[in-house]
């Protein structure tokens, strides 16, 4: 009878029903890799046994699945190595007080002091000091009775002195925030580059992921159809 029918299978030479029967051009092509990498002579007009095609399903999926974890972990290794490289282009840390000269220091420490409020309220504690002590209790006849000539020539003084050392600390200070600027720019530029590099790589981490899913889709299919046609004889 047809049913009692045998073939023999091109990979194992065991003989199996004719219903088992598949031939190799049917077989889609990541499950026929498979079966050419263990058994180099076979080919598209061969025959094997649905139950051994089975098997070869299975070891597909399983293989992609173990292979697509690994290359997950690779793929987080290798964000991760590119991100903790130590080729930092600035140096965010630098310590810029042992870049700055003498004058700059006193400079910077004169213009510090010299827009405070304990600068203006130690002035303002001089000035009444001083007037009160020439008008009250000296009686207006003391070093410097009003209109107070001494003090005026000393206020022209510290103006003088004061605003060329104001004028270098905010040279000074424009020169950093110029040095600041080129460093943020400097660091969103590379951060730029990694973001694209990392987008590149999900994006053909997503591609590489779409591509299995829809090989693993027909494999499933091609079983279910097998299946249905085997309930059907």
């Given at each position: 009878m047809?049913?009692?029918?045998?073939?023999?299978?091109?990979?194992?030479?065991?003989?199996?029903?004719?219903?088992?029967?598949?031939?190799?051009?049917?077989?889609?092509?990541?499950?026929?890799?498979?079966?050419?990498?263990?058994?180099?002579?076979?080919?598209?007009?061969?025959f094997?046994?649905?139950?051994?095609?089975?098997?070869?399903?299975?070891?597909?999926?399983?293989?992609?699945?173990?292979?697509?974890?690994?290359?997950?972990?690779?793929?987080?290794?290798?964000?991760?190595?590119?991100?903790?490289?130590?080729?930092?282009?600035?140096?965010?840390?630098?310590?810029?007080?042992?870049?700055?000269?003498?004058?700059?220091?006193?400079?910077?420490?004169?213009?510090?002091?010299?827009?405070?409020?304990?600068?203006?309220?130690?002035?303002?504690?001089?000035?009444?000091?001083?007037?009160?002590?020439?008008?009250?209790?000296?009686?207006?006849?003391?070093?410097?009775?009003?209109?107070?000539?001494?003090?005026?020539?000393?206020l022209?003084?510290?103006?003088?002195l004061?605003?060329?050392?104001?004028?270098?600390?905010?040279?000074?200070?424009?020169?950093?925030?110029?040095?600041?600027?080129k460093?943020?720019?400097?660091?969103?530029?590379?951060?730029?580059?990694?973001?694209?590099?990392?987008?590149?790589?999900?994006?053909?981490?997503?591609?590489?992921?779409?591509?299995?899913?829809?090989?693993?889709?027909?494999?499933?299919?091609?079983?279910?159809?097998?299946?249905?046609?085997?309930?059907?004889?």
């Amino acid at each position: 009878m047809k049913n009692d029918s045998t073939f023999k299978s091109a990979i194992s030479n065991l003989s199996f029903p004719v219903t088992q029967k598949v031939s190799g051009k049917s077989i889609h092509d990541p499950v026929l890799g498979l079966i050419v990498k263990d058994h180099p002579s076979f080919c598209d007009s061969d025959f094997i046994s649905f139950q051994e095609l089975n098997k070869y399903r299975q070891k597909y999926i399983s293989d992609y699945l173990s292979n697509e974890i690994g290359a997950l972990s690779n793929l987080e290794k290798s964000v991760i190595s590119s991100l903790n490289e130590d080729k930092s282009i600035v140096n965010i840390v630098e310590d810029e007080d042992e870049t700055r000269s003498f004058g700059q220091k006193i400079a910077d420490k004169v213009a510090d002091f010299g827009g405070s409020w304990t600068f203006i309220i130690s002035f303002l504690l001089f000035i009444v000091i001083w007037i009160s002590s020439n008008v009250y209790i000296l009686m207006n006849k003391g070093f410097d009775p009003y209109p107070f000539i001494l003090l005026n020539l000393i206020l022209s003084c510290i103006a003088a002195l004061q605003a060329p050392v104001i004028m270098m600390s905010q040279n000074r200070q424009e020169e950093k925030d110029r040095t600041r600027a080129k460093k943020d720019y400097m660091i969103n530029l590379k951060s730029e580059l990694e973001i694209r590099m990392i987008h590149d790589k999900i994006d053909h981490l997503i591609m590489h992921q779409q591509q299995e899913l829809i090989e693993i889709q027909k494999v499933q299919i091609e079983m279910m159809n097998d299946i249905l046609n085997q309930i059907k004889k």
